[in-house]
């Protein structure tokens, strides 16, 4: 990541009627880096970016993008930008080539066709038409119709979202791949391992404002030093839940899932195997980790990220 | 530049590998110009017949000796009365009211006759009762001859020429009676008729001439009233607008390259029509003329600036659809495209005037000199042109890129 900021957000704002979608939202992107906005569904992410596209209009606030500052994106930001859209379509009976032929001729200086194909590995299906491809390729698709022009800022809106893991890490590759080219990557997700595994800087976004801010280890250090212990536990009563309050300084039940948060594990290990036999709970996919950003959203919002 | 042609090659692709365009775009306007051409190619081959015949009559009130002009009045009155209960005569009569101007009612019904209204115009020159009995008993001068009867034709109507095949049985009777009278074969006798072909050309014209340009507007309206919305319309609900949106294309560029492309359609949909017209129907008529490709230029704008008004008014796809369909029948049947209106009661006749469609059929056929105008040069071209303004401001107001939050 660079020093050197590519786009500055300022005081962002956009009502839908009497809902404020985005409410003053501040932020920075700097060159090759990706920066990522997460929150769960209506948090006003997508919003914001397509404010940055150039798709919807503020009704205030100021973006500065490419060393200018302008109310919202003319045509020649969008020569060097790249947009993958969260529900964008293609003419389904065009194939692969024809599709990214006809986006190459939107901009000034197009990448090779085959530069593109081969950057988001569909070269075997160049020939194919978009409905007889599979979500991850028709995915993958509209990256490379974001890369046509080689752009200097990418919006990647919900990339991986209903797509298999494999298709997932296909798309994290790509994502990686261009930040090592140097290009900054604005990112949305409501994934937080994804949002963990590929940004340099995190914005968590709830009801139209940023909550939080700051790297995924910034972000999680935020817990300080303790470790979380998950398991499974169906049924679980409330009695028993209760007694839980004497392994660690700190629990939550979601469901069938048990979280606690410790500073001296090896104590509330001891702890929390009595209370296993004491109330012949199995403690079913038992994991000690550090806390992650949904743990951060958790406490930050009392909600989870998916809800 | 290289934008709008990719663009207009990327609608051509795909209204032709979409089969439900394809069906639109080049199938049904070919399947109607089959069906229509053999249909009405062979009308009056069976089925009942009713046709509108104007009958002026100079000699009435004039000496009839003999009471050929009565005759001829009786047999042309029984051709205009039903032979049976609830059927139809074979004639329907127009005749000038009592004391009517003849010269005025022969010219309107004349222009009633090349607008489509009537199928033929028969006319009895004054003194011809009084001359065919002088002929007859010999009291003639020398080398007189009794006046002529005028049949009045549209040679762009098939009903017309069975009108006056039927006219000239009528006048053989007619020609058997009056040597029946005279009582001795003399070819002499006969009553004269002179056939008076209607229209702008001189060439003889087919009924699948007469078609084909109604044929070609018609999926050239085709295209634009229900491809055009569709298209874009489809591309709006399936986010492909939304996706251009994100990239430098500006909105002008779009509609340049989508008409481009839908014009290059209309153009293989008129060649495709044309050669089958042509080698499948043996239509003579051509449209090398500037006059004609104008026409169909300007019909292909209007009707395609018609679905941008559609498509722009429409929120989804279904909405513009339905639009569509609902102007499709008026628009359509209350043009002149594929029969008469002259004789519309005056709240239709209203639509017919504010129908760009009715323009456009007259100005194609009459460049063709295949109809008479019924509407001067400048209404021609000047309510397309309306509507196209229209369309166009409206839709470049009204248009959404997007689906509505």
Redesign the interface.
Known sequence: MEDRVLLRVSELVKH?GDVRAVDGVSFEAHVASVFTLLGPNGAGKTTTLEIL???REPDAGEIEVFGARLKRIT??V??R?G?L?Q????????KVR?IL???A???ENPVPLDEVLAQVALEDKAGA?VRALSGGQRQRL?VG?ALINDPELIFLDEPTTGLDPQARRNMWSIVTGLKERGKTVLLTTHYMEEAEALSDLVCIMDHGVIIAEGSPRELTRAFGEETMIEFHAEGLSDAAAGELSACCKGFRVDGATVTLETKDLPTTMEALFAWSREQDVPLHNLIVRQPNLEDVFLSLTGRRLRE | M??V???AR?HV??AI??RITLFWFLVFPVFMLVLLALIFGQIGQEGEINLDVAWVNRDAGGSDPGGFTAAVETVFEQLGTPQASGQLPLFTLHRPDPGEDLDAFLEEQLTALRRGRWDAVVVLPSGFGEATYARITGTAEPGEGAPGVSVYMSETSVASEMAAEIIEQVLGEVDREILTRAGRFDPSLAVESETVWVGASDEETRYVDFLLPGIVLMGFFVNGLFGVPGAILF?RD???L?????????VPRYFAGFALGHLALCGLQFVLLYLLGRYGFGATISFARPGAALTLLLAAVTFMAFGFLIASLARTANAGMATANILNMPMMFLSGMFFPVGGLPAFLKAVVYANPVSYLVNGLRLSLGVESASFSPGLLIGVPLGWIALSVVVASRKLKW?VE?
């Open positions: 839908y596209e150039g798709i045509r020649d969008k020569q930008m947009v859209l529900d964008g379509g293609f003419e389904p009976y065009l024809e032929r006809l986006f001729s939107f901009y038409q509209a119709a | 290289k934008d042609l990719f663009l990327t692709i795909t590998r979409e591309n399936r986010k492909v939304r996706r251009y949106w994100v990239t430098p294309l500006s997007d939050r």
